[in-house]
């Protein structure tokens, strides 16, 4: 088993920034893929970012696109998301979601990144509120 621990939430004014930690453990070399979902009130919950294990491999939806930045530390067994530039819009509950299933083939393909069904493992989820 693997377990997820999400920190760095919080309430930020628009255009200010914040980083949030997902921390894992447990049997964690199975993992091959981090990834940030998010949920905000009354919506689905959607993708905004994944990493490979080696961290050569990024990406992003395109709501984010240039304004957060994923990255790893392996040594910590911890994945990071950058988040600058906050929008009101982006008001949710993050959630941190690691997986098993990345390999080239998958890691040319968004439409399989981006589905959360893919993911094995979830954290409890952090809130990040931006006021405007």
């Known amino acids: 088993q693997v377990q997820l621990v999400e920190s760095g939430g919080g309430l930020v004014q628009a255009g200010e920034s914040l980083r949030l930690s997902c921390a894992a453990s447990?049997?964690?070399?199975?993992?091959?893929?981090m990834g940030w979902f998010r949920q905000a009130p009354g919506k689905e919950r959607e993708f905004v970012s994944a990493?490979?294990?080696?961290?050569?491999?990024?990406y992003y939806a395109d709501s984010v696109k240039g304004r957060f930045t994923i990255s790893r530390d392996n040594a910590k067994n911890t994945a990071y998301l950058q988040m600058n530039s906050l929008k009101p819009e982006d008001t949710a509950v993050y959630y941190c979601?690691?997986?098993?299933?990345?390999?080239?083939?998958?890691?040319?393909?968004?439409?399989?990144?981006?589905?959360?069904?893919?993911?094995?493992?979830w954290g409890q989820g952090t809130q990040v509120t931006v006021s405007s």
């Open positions: 979601a690691a997986g098993e299933f990345w390999n080239l083939w998958v890691g040319r393909r968004l439409s399989i990144i981006a589905d959360q069904s893919q993911y094995k493992y």
């Open positions: 447990g049997r964690t070399f199975s993992i091959n893929i």
């Open positions: 990493i490979n294990s080696s961290g050569g491999s990024t």
